[in-house]
């Protein structure tokens, strides 16, 4: 396999330029002509099915919820970034791009980057003209936050809904060209094969989630835009839907898979009550601005934490990191508070989880200002846990939150299938081994609105593509396969539910592979996950049929793909033998115990290629180069 | 002239345009009862000033014409809220097994349809009574009213009729505004006490009169 | 065991042509923290290892922002905490022995699928009458251009933050989605952007709300009681003049 990331000549700044150049176009009359599959309705796959719609292209969009509006997307909170430089504090296109790679710790491409960048203005403008309703300023104007990560503000945000307005934003469009007939969006599908012809992507077949047939969708390319597979983990801040089915499927047809252990663990969430707990609610990454994290200095302290004295109390974000003290980094606070909760100090029931105290800012500022900025996050904590942050401290725990890794695409945002394409979330992405706060967004919307337009002509008018019907053998192979595992599933009849085994997986999952990472416990992980994908298949309980509205059906069949991606996970992080980002080997680190990572060994991206069944994958490497972001090592001391 | 016609067609078989059409033809029926209660303050006044005061009526050469619009407005009102009622009917074929109100719901708006059909039935005896009968001694209308409010039957009926005008106004009188679309953060808050309280002044002051026939009127 | 047990009466029916029936079940080990969606989770792993057929009910965020969950619990949708959806709603207010039902959202508009399971397709094809500013990738203008006054951002933001669960209809006597528009037609109407487009949009969203059999809304404000998302009366106020206006000046096609 050969990774050739396709980046076009010439310098930074005009590399996206010279693409959309050379890109051949398609005659506007010959639009209509193609058929365009989109699987996923989220930022980027509604934002590329309404813009393909819009050039008049016939567009083919499905997704697994009941409306195309409810992707996770929905769920962002925090914001997005754009280079704006509306408060003219010195931002450019330049600054987010330099940011974007060193909070990637310098595991992404330069070309994309910078391209990223670029477009984001053309975001915040468009989105305005849909219709979403930014925060202004009183003279009416866009108003700006700022967010981790960086030393301007460039957050662009609507309250604590960014993610919902923008989808919203990008859904309505959708809704238009549904209307106009360009695109039929098909909802209540879930993808669960992707179909080659000639080598090429020319097909999906989809399962009906409300009849149970299966359905084969022909067209001339197939665009994933599925999101991330968080869920790997069981607990993850991710929908219960989220999956990486499709991804996955496009693996096993030679999509090859990149970085699949880069994974974003979130340090401020509501932590773990119990073995119910079906999901894990994010709070707002800005409570660090006031709030203080500490946990008692004795281990295994179990005294309210009102009656535990100043002195007795470790601040230990600000004693490790004085300089930036609570507002450090995400995946360096997270890791700070495994630690302490590795030394039997942590809080609560579970002793899995920290304080975050809001007394000292209260005291400082009155309760008055203080609940001004953070009242709706203090209600909503209050209502999920019974406990009132004004009165004691907030209790909280890292949570994973963000898939880096997913489908390899080059600078067109095809992946090592000719005709799938791979957007937002779902493909290995511009962040690199760490995503900034408010940056997924940008880059949802970026590869869906802008990017996918201009490179899928490229590849629709440089390809002599025959017509491929859904009648075609390639469309019953597939559909054979799905129904065989479905049949497998339904038939195994034993005594663990999905829900079961997939809460054991993402346990393994989460102390072997999650905020620390050592080659003892990745290599027994990787010994006790086949084994327990092999319980899966033969103790799994589905009950139902396949030709019905079966969520457990739906479950097991995801929980099946995780079973294998997490294999995948483990082996990547095994042969990534530096930390860097979201990736922290504890083998590789500085005397003070920070992350550190070695670009001699590892500046490349690993993308694995699948081998079929019972071989060990391939890890193929594309190797990545700094010349306008020079590479240094991060400080937050 | 046919685009006219278009645009009332849309508009007339629209949901919004008809409930529109409902407010304003019971915002007329309001307008009609404050007149009406205006002129039968006179019955305090006796006889003479409530005979004369409807022989003045009586004389106007508009007054069919007038009376029809009456009709048409009433009927306007009532087709509307059938047509609305029973497609709202419909609209829930099955109904929930457990049903709580979260308080947004009041008897007044609960109950417009029955209240409202009750009505019709007061009205039909109220006219067909008073309006439709031609008085026969000098006591001339004055007669007939206090006439019949020595019934005590008929007196409870008025007070029901009245009590039910009561509850379809408070909801009413304040829902038309709404129906228009009258919305101000400041406006609104005052908009429904104050529908509430006009309800209750016009079913009062009308429930006084057959009262005060019955009770203290002694020819 | 620790937690308690609890009565669940839960509406089952196969499909949207079978009749549907009230069923009890018991479960046990609720724990106050649960969420009222991880309440039935403990119902349906029991119903799985006893080869029962689980209740199958929409979620998909657990968190109140996705709009997919959407159940009648004790005969207020989404449940009895205030602002919250159903996935929100947590179990620390139940005691030991409580009874619960549990139906499906119910309106014409919104026929059943499966058990708790609605078509909530309805609102998608609304969105479609006119839903959306017509605006094509690529040709916005620079977003400063147009100015828009604060307090209508924020009015046109608390109207946004419908989540398209249907409790309105749920919850409306008359099943009608009233609010749901009311809600759409409002945000794109304050804003200038799509003022534009204003009197079409709210023509045609009203036209197809009507087409999709929901109800007539007579103005009993259980909608706005019901809302996760706080979307309030003053909307459903606003499309009924942006609707006289629309219809007055609209000339037939
Ligand atoms: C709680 C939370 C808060 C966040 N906050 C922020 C923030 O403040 N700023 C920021 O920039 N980012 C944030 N993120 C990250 C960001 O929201 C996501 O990365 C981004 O929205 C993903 O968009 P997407 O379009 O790639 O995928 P998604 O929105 O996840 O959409 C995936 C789509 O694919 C469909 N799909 C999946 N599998 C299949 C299949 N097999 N068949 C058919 N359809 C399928 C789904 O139905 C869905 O429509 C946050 C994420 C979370 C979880
Ligand atoms: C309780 C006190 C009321 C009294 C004493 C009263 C009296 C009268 C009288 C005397 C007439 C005949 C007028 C005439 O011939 O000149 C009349 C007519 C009428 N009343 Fe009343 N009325 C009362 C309440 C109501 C109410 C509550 C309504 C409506 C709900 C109503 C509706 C009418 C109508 C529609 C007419 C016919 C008017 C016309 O044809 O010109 N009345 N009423
Ligand atoms: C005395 C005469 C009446 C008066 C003054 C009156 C007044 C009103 C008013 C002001 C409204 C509010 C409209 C709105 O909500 O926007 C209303 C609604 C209604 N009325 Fe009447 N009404 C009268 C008689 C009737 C009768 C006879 C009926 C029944 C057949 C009736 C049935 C209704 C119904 C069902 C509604 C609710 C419709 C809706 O809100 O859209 N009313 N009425
Ligand atoms: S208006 Fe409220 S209740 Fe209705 S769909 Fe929107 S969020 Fe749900
Ligand atoms: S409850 Fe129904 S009647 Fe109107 S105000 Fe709400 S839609
Ligand atoms: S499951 Fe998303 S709002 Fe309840």
Redesign the pocket.
Known sequence: MKLDAKIPSGPLEQKWDQRRFEAKLVNPANRRKFDVIV???????AGAAASLGELGYNVLN????DS?RR???I??????NAAKNYPNDGDSVRRLFTDTVKGGDYRAREANVYRLAQISNSIIDHCTALGVPFARDYGGLLDNRSFGGAQVSRTFYARGQ??QQL?LGAYSALMRQAASGRVKVLPR????ELVLVDGRARGVV?RNLVTGKLESYAGHAVCL????YGNVFYLS??AN???V??AWRAYKKGAAFANPCFTQIHPTCIPVSGTHQSKLT?MSESLRNDGRVWVPKKAGDSRSPESIPEDERDYFLERRYPSFGNLVPRDVASRAAKVVCDEGKGVGASKLSVYLDFRDAIKRDGLAAIREKYGNLFDMYHHITDEDPQKVPMRIYPAV??TMGGLWVDYDLMTTVPGLFC????NFSDHGANRL??????Q?LAD?FFIIPATLSGYLAGEKLGKVSAEHEAFREAEKAADARVQKLLSVNGKRTPADIHRELGGLMWEYCGMGRNEAGLKKALARVPELKEEFWKNVRVTGSGADFNQTLERALRTADYMELAELILRDALERKESCGGHFREESRTPEGEALRDDAGFSHVAAWEYQGEGSAPVRHTEPLSFEHAKPSQRSYK | MNGLLVVIRRYGTSSIGRKQIAALTGLMLVGFLCGHLAGNFLLYKGMEAFNHYSEFLQSQTLLPVIELGLLAVFLTHICMALWLTWENWRARPERYEVRESAGGRTWGSATMIWTGLFLLGFLLFHVSTFRLIEAEDEAGIFGVVVAWFQSVPVVVFYLCALTALGLHLSHGVQSAFQTFGAEHPNATPVIKPAGLAFAVFLAAAFGLMPLWSHCIYRG | MIGIRLNLRIWRQKGPADAGALKSYEVDGILPDMSFLEMLDVLNEKLILQGEDPVAFDHDCREGICGMCSLVIDGRPHGKDEGATSCDNRMRRYKDGDTITVEPFRAKGFPVVKDLVVDRSAFDRIMQAGGFISVNTGSAPEAHCVPVPRHKAEAAMDAAACVGCGACVAACPNASGMLFVAAKVSQLALLPQGAVERERRALSMIKQHDLEGFGNCTNEAECEAACPKGVKLSNIARLNREYLRASILTPAQ
């Open positions: 699987v996923g309705t989220g930022l980027a796959g499905l997704c697994i919820q195309p992707a996770h997307s769920a962002a909170q925090g914001g997005i960014t993610g989808l599908r879930e993808m669960v989809c835009a599925t999101g991330g801040t991710n839907s989220c999956n089915g499709a994010l939150h963000y957007l937002g979330e779902a706060g408010a940056s997924a967004l940008m949802g869906g």
